[in-house]
């Protein structure tokens, strides 16, 4: 691959590896100004899942799914990010337009112990009544995703893989990659998008 088609996606003052060192760097896409990340064909990410996922949000909205893009989280990654083959992986996003590459939770609003309310995968039910709380995870291959209803602590109980995930609740807060919402919904819905992303490596 030509280097001038692969750039560096960089947040914060992270460190970059030394076989990256050669190649153009670009800020993420909440900076001031925006940079364009749909000027080169693979684009290397150093950052976290949340991270990722808002260089994906950003392609997608951008309709550029066509992008190859590579997760950069410990120095010995780089190389396999540079050389890789790109491999296209569903692509899980809410009704927001956001896209979550790690895990989502569904869980209770602050003073509550609790989520009250209902929730299908596809046509299967996760819950009905009430819950400790949910996780929705991103799969490698079809049918999208899996959720699980979480236990006391906090662990999943049994996943149930589909395309969908659906709430509907008297509240609950969602969580995406780490990053909980600024107030609680009463739904929320993650599912497959209709165009997968193309992942480099293994994650």
Do not use: C, K
């Not at 990010?81 to 009704?95: H, N, Q």
């Not at 009544?129 to 799969?139: A, N």
């Not at 509907?168 to 909980?180: C, I, K, N, Y």
């Amino acid at each position: 691959m030509d280097p001038s088609s692969t750039a560096v996606v960089r947040f914060g003052e992270r460190r970059i590896p030394r076989s990256l060192h050669d190649l153009p760097v670009l800020p993420g896409p909440d900076a001031d100004p925006a940079p364009d990340l749909t000027g080169h064909r693979r684009l290397i990410v150093l950052g976290s899942e949340r991270e990722l996922s808002s260089v994906l949000t950003a392609l997608m909205r951008a309709d550029r799914l066509d992008v190859e893009v590579a997760h950069v989280r410990r120095p010995w990654q780089a190389g396999q990010a540079r050389t890789g083959t790109a491999t296209r992986v569903p692509l899980i996003r809410d009704e927001t337009g956001s896209v979550i590459t790690g895990a989502a939770y569904w869980l209770p609003p602050e003073g509550q112990r609790t989520i009250r309310g209902e929730a299908v995968v596809d046509d299967e039910w996760l819950f009905d009544g009430e819950i400790t709380g949910v996780r929705i995870e991103p799969t490698a291959s079809m049918p999208g995703l899996r959720a699980s209803a979480l236990t006391g602590r906090m662990r999943p109980n049994r996943w149930i893989a589909g395309r969908a995930a659906q709430l509907g609740t008297t509240g609950a807060l969602v969580v995406r990659d780490g990053e909980p919402g600024r107030r609680p919904v009463r739904r929320s819905t993650f599912y497959r998008h209709t165009q997968g992303w193309l992942r480099v490596g293994h994650r």
